[in-house]
Nanobody, 129 residues
Framework: QLQLVESGGGLVQPGGSLRLSCVAS????????IGWFRRAPGKEREAVLC????????HYADSVKGRFTISRDNAKNTVYLQMSSLKPEDTAIYYC??????????????????????WGQGTQVTVSS
């Protein structure tokens, strides 16, 4: 079965950190660009961060620049989202998505208009004191 599974979410105080993981099963992530998205209560889904197949290119949403980073460990078939200086407005369900398309700009892939091949089920992140 081909799937993505996110983990690492939880409750954290403002200013704290979390690291989310996105693990693929049934396929090899090194052939895929990965995007992290989130959906906050009552809001539309938004793109957070995306990383190219090689890991050499990344695209960040303005709201997370300087606070979130994305990395990948292809040997572990895993992509990570490191979140620091968390704010209450970062509270959301976080999803990872995978695409093996070629010739598509990472900026476009890091948008809600782009159609990914696979999505995970999401992991809840709550930032609250």
């Amino acid at each position: 079965q081909l799937q993505l599974v996110e983990s690492g979410g939880g409750l954290v105080q403002p200013g704290g950190s979390l690291r989310l993981s996105c693990v693929a099963s049934g396929f090899t992530l090194d052939n895929y660009a990965i995007g992290w998205f989130r959906r906050a209560p009552g809001k539309e889904r938004e793109a957070v961060l995306c990383i190219s197949r090689s890991g050499g290119s990344t695209h960040y949403a303005d709201s997370v620049k300087g606070r979130f980073t994305i990395s990948r460990d292809n040997a572990k078939n895993t992509v990570y989202l490191q979140m620091s200086s968390l704010k209450p407005e970062d509270t959301a369900i976080y999803y990872c998505a995978a695409s093996n398309a070629f010739g598509v700009s990472l900026a476009f892939m890091c948008s809600t208009d782009y159609q990914y091949d696979y999505w995970g089920q999401g992991t809840q992140v709550t930032v609250s004191s």
